[in-house]
């Protein structure tokens, strides 16, 4: 069965239609630069562009990277414009996709049940943490398997800071630092959320996971496992996949 997965992000808009036996893009994904602002028209019209790049016509699972509640509405835009707090995402996507079927959920609740089904979170129980490290920090909780949407770990205060303004892969390249000094902010990361959620197993996504090998052996001091997610920066457009077919069912 294929189903349609878009991953809107802070820099880019990419997409594909998804296998979900196997939990892998069927065909290569395309991607748009996400605009500037990233106002809801403008995104809406990148998400166009994505999924008419493949003459889809079926439903299609859309992430976006901030609150969603009721797999509609908008509540926080930390990385995109701030028209979108407020805004009915599947109302305005629906419509600019012509009326196809839209389930929006946010993006790294996306990438964490796709994490869980396919990859490195298949068969894990108890507290498990995904956190995708890009423009911003994205996170998924899951206990014994179920997702409790809307984290937003990202914006924990971490030294007077919101986390992402840290410990980001942006805020890695903003602030030039070198593998040993961002491994240094994320491991004070990891242990203020270990800390506060004590969980087994800590999955890091985002594009940097393809990167893991630089900076997951320089991080110690941290009880719960630390893996790199399977699917790497694929795992959102996956999890919009499965929810959405779990949606049209």
């Known amino acids: 069965m294929q189903i349609f997965g878009v991953d809107i992000g802070g820099s880019g808009i990419k997409g594909a239609p998804v296998d ?13 630069l996400t605009p500037h602002p990233a106002t809801p028209d403008a995104v809406a019209d990148g998400v166009k562009e994505v ?20 797999g509609a509405t908008i509540r926080t835009a930390a990385n995109v414009d701030k028209n979108w707090i407020d805004t009915d995402a599947r109302a305005l996507l629906g419509e600019r996709l ?18 869980m089904q396919f990859g490195a979170g298949r068969d894990r129980r108890g507290t498990v943490i995904l956190l995708t490290f890009g423009t911003g920090i994205g996170s998924a909780l899951f206990i014994d398997g179920e997702l409790v949407p809307n984290t937003e770990l990202g914006h924990l205060e971490l030294n007077g800071h919101d986390a992402e303004k840290r410990a980001s892969t942006k805020a890695k390249e903003d602030h030039e630092l070198t593998w040993e000094h961002w491994a240094r902010r994320v491991t004070k990361y990891l242990a ?24 997951l052996p320089l991080i110690e001091g941290i009880k719960a496992d630390i893996v790199p997610a399977q699917l790497q920066n694929n795992a959102g457009i996956v999890g919009a996949a499965m929810r959405a077919a779990k949606t049209a069912t």
């Not at 979900?20 to 748009?32: S, T």
């Open 20 to 32: 979900l036996d196997r939990g892998d893009l069927a065909e290569e994904r395309y991607k748009v």
């Open 192 to 215: 203020h959320v270990e800390m506060l959620f004590s969980p087994e197993l800590f999955i890091v996504g985002g594009g940097v996971s393809r990167k893991a090998d630089r900076f």
């Open 51 to 70: 999924v008419g790049h493949f003459g889809w016509t079926g439903p299609v699972g859309i992430t976006f990277p901030g609150v969603v509640t009721g």
């Open 98 to 115: 012509g009326g196809l079927p839209v389930t929006v959920l946010n993006d790294a609740d996306a990438a964490g049940v796709a994490e």
